[in-house]
């Protein structure tokens, strides 16, 4: 099944607990439970000392509100945007996030994260 075929609320049940998880362990500054659900080319392209280095010097990585408002999804290809408003407990505003899902190997993985 290709993800973009599913609905809303099944989509909601698998995404919601991935970026639950992205903003624990960016909080925490865990690396590796951080990157447990990334997919093999996403861990290729990443330069662990680089992001390493976001997590120790990034206030707005280590101070992610878990409180973020769930905006919606934007599907393509075999791929599925998941987009979220984001604040942060040290600075002011609020941040577009992004996770990009899709399937690898027959379980679901993320493709690509940030927030802008």
């Not at 993800?3 to 500054?29: R, V």
């Not at 690396?31 to 093999?40: A, D, H």
């Not at 990585?61 to 979220?84: K, M």
Request: hydrophobic share 40%; glycine share 10%.
């Amino acid at each position: 099944m290709n993800i973009i075929e599913k609905t809303d609320e099944e989509l909601q049940d698998i995404a919601l607990p991935m970026w639950d998880e992205l903003i624990k362990y960016s909080n925490k500054g865990q690396y590796g439970k951080f990157i447990r659900n990334f997919s093999y080319g996403l861990l290729l392209g990443l330069n662990e000392v680089e992001v390493g280095n976001q997590f120790a010097k990034s206030e707005l990585a280590r101070n992610l509100s878990e409180d973020y408002d769930f905006i919606g999804f934007i599907r393509r290809g075999e791929h599925v945007t998941c987009l979220f408003r984001v604040r942060s407990t040290k600075k002011e505003g609020e941040w577009l996030g992004r996770m990009v899902i899709g399937y690898e190997q027959g379980e679901v993985k993320i493709f690509a994260a940030s927030i802008f």
